[in-house]
């Protein structure tokens, strides 16, 4: 299956998903790298509404509040996609997710909230979407979020 930048967006509007603006860098480092036919997307967080979706899994948040999140990153890691390759023709296929879940000692549904990226990419790329993943949980993330997420996409 060939990834086509129209596929993406159309799949895009039939799940009533939009594209949010690719997010600047907030400290000393670049949102995306291509090098050796990967494109190596720096970690994402979860915006709704204009804020970062904060918490902790396990503690004050629940699962699907997590889930909701890691979709939320997802988002953004697909528009630092269409924004580093010029839309989503070169789009190979989603190779690997990491994914950070800041949640209590306690939680351990972190593969059940990396899901809310990883079911997202496979809907927006079918097959090259299903990648290999990294699901942990950590004690903090940047700036209170609840997920952080970042990616290797293969190119063209």
């Known amino acids: 299956m060939t990834i086509t930048d129209a596929g993406v967006r159309a799949k895009l509007a039939e799940h009533?998903?939009?594209l949010p603006e690719a997010a600047a860098p907030v400290a000393a480092y670049v949102p995306a790298v291509e090098a050796g036919g990967l494109l190596h997307i720096s970690g994402q967080l979860p915006f709704k509404d204009g804020a970062v979706m904060t918490g902790r899994l396990g503690e004050d948040r629940d699962l699907a509040y997590g889930q909701e999140?890691?979709?939320?990153c997802g988002l953004m890691l697909v528009?630092?996609?269409a924004k580093a390759l010029g839309g989503f023709?070169?789009?190979e296929?989603?190779?690997k997710l990491g994914v950070f879940v800041n949640s209590d000692p306690a939680f351990t549904d972190q593969p059940?909230?990396?899901?809310?990226a990883s079911e997202l990419m496979e809907k927006l790329f079918g097959e090259p979407g299903r990648h290999a993943r990294a699901a942990v949980g950590v004690a903090v993330?940047?700036?209170?979020?609840?997920?952080e997420i970042d990616a290797i996409v293969a190119v063209r």
Do not use: F, H, K, M
Not at 69 to 72: G, N, S, W, Y
Not at 141 to 147: F, I
């Open 79 to 81: 528009a630092q996609i």
């Open 112 to 116: 059940q909230v990396a899901n809310g």
């Open 69 to 72: 999140a890691a979709e939320r």
């Open 16 to 18: 009533g998903l939009t």
């Open 89 to 91: 023709d070169r789009v």
């Open 93 to 95: 296929r989603i190779v």
């Open 141 to 147: 993330l940047p700036r209170g979020a609840a997920v």
